[in-house]
Nanobody, 126 residues
C-alpha cells in the first residue's frame, strides 16, 4: 500500500528543462532522506541528488549547478528540477525515500528502510 510514484519524465532537446516529481503515499509514519537516482542504459544506478528531512542537499558532480532537488513535506513529495539537460543525462530516473511505515495485524512500525518508485524515462536528444 505504501508507494512512490514518479512523474514528469519525457523527451527534451539538449539545453532544455524538465521537472520530476515523486509523491509518497500510504501508511507512512515518517520520511527521512529522499533522493533521485538514475540508470543509463547498460550502466549501474547512481545517485543524482539527495535531500534530508531538514533540507540539506547533496548532488553528483555531473549535475551540480544544473539540477535542484527540493521537497514538500506536507505533500510527501520530492522534486528534481533539471536545467541545461545534456544527452548524457538520458536515463531512467528513480526516486527513493527512507521511510518508516505502519504494518497491520498487529499494528506496528516497520523498521526504517528505503523504498523505490517505478522510475520515469528521461531522454535528452542532441
Amino acid at each position: 500500500q505504501v508507494q512512490l510514484v514518479e512523474s514528469g519524465g519525457g523527451l527534451v532537446q539538449a539545453g532544455g528543462s524538465l521537472r520530476l516529481s515523486c509523491a509518497a503515499s500510504g501508511r507512512i509514519a515518517s520520511i527521512n532522506d529522499m533522493g533521485w537516482y538514475r540508470q543509463p542504459p547498460g550502466k549501474q544506478r547512481e545517485l543524482v541528488a539527495a535531500i534530508t528531512s531538514g533540507g540539506s542537499t547533496n548532488y553528483a558532480d555531473s549535475v551540480k549547478g544544473r539540477f535542484t532537488i527540493s521537497r514538500d513535506n506536507a505533500k510527501n513529495t520530492v522534486y528534481l528540477q533539471m536545467e541545461s539537460l545534456k544527452p548524457e543525462d538520458t536515463a531512467v530516473y528513480y526516486c527513493n525515500a527512507e521511510m518508516t511505515v505502519w504494518a497491520s495485524q498487529p499494528v506496528r512500525l516497520m523498521p526504517r528502510r528505503g523504498y523505490w518508485g517505478q522510475g520515469t524515462q528521461v531522454t535528452v536528444s542532441s
